[in-house]
């Protein structure tokens, strides 16, 4: 069970799938901005893999899953687009719903990513550190592994939870 969360173009959702994963992915149905909306389908028709790809709409501060039931949650781009207020318990949330060795994965613009992209879109909000949303108290900080992986437009940044030692 992936998680994309955040679907906009469908470029990662689309990504998973061409590796061969059933990806769940999904954004708020009142998501008005020009990221949210976008007609990912034909492109995931075109890639050959729509048939591996499922919307649903939904709020990231409110997952519709049970407790444990995903594998692996990815933020492409997201978090820094969701209210400051909100993206802990998003982080708290998502937790909740990765199972035990399953990963969260965010992946934030850079600052020059943040320049081009203001080009287009001059009020494009700075990119957020996702470390500054883990939760503090309860059983997620306790059982929670983070790298961070520096790149040129975009850095990642792994969370795993302990309790299975395979990667999905």
């Known amino acids: 069970a992936i998680l994309d969360v955040g679907t906009g173009k469908g470029r990662f959702a689309i990504f998973l799938a061409s590796r061969g994963y059933r990806v769940l992915t999904g954004e708020p149905a009142s998501d008005q901005s020009q990221y949210a909306g976008q007609d990912w ?5 075109q890639a050959g893999v729509l048939e591996n790809i499922r919307f649903q709409a939904f709020d990231a501060g409110s997952l519709p899953f049970t ?4 594998d692996d949650v990815f933020f492409f781009g997201v978090l820094h687009h969701i209210e400051e207020d ?7 949330e998502t937790l909740w719903a990765t199972k035990p060795g399953g990963a969260v994965v965010f992946s934030e613009p850079t600052r020059g990513m943040i320049e081009n ?6 009020e494009h909000p700075e990119a957020a550190n996702p470390s ?5 108290t309860g059983a ?4 929670v592994t983070v790298e961070t992986i520096p790149g040129t437009w975009m850095d990642i940044f792994l969370y795993r939870k302990s309790g299975r030692s395979q990667a999905t």
């Not at 407790?67 to 995903?70: G, V």
């Not at 909100?86 to 708290?92: K, L």
């Not at 997620?140 to 059982?143: A, D, K, L």
């Open 67 to 70: 407790p444990a039931s995903l």
């Open 86 to 92: 909100a993206r802990r318990d998003v982080f708290r």
């Open 132 to 136: 500054a949303y883990l939760p503090e």
């Open 41 to 45: 389908r034909k492109a995931a028709e």
């Open 117 to 122: 992209l203001r080009v287009e879109d001059p």
């Open 140 to 143: 997620e900080s306790q059982t």
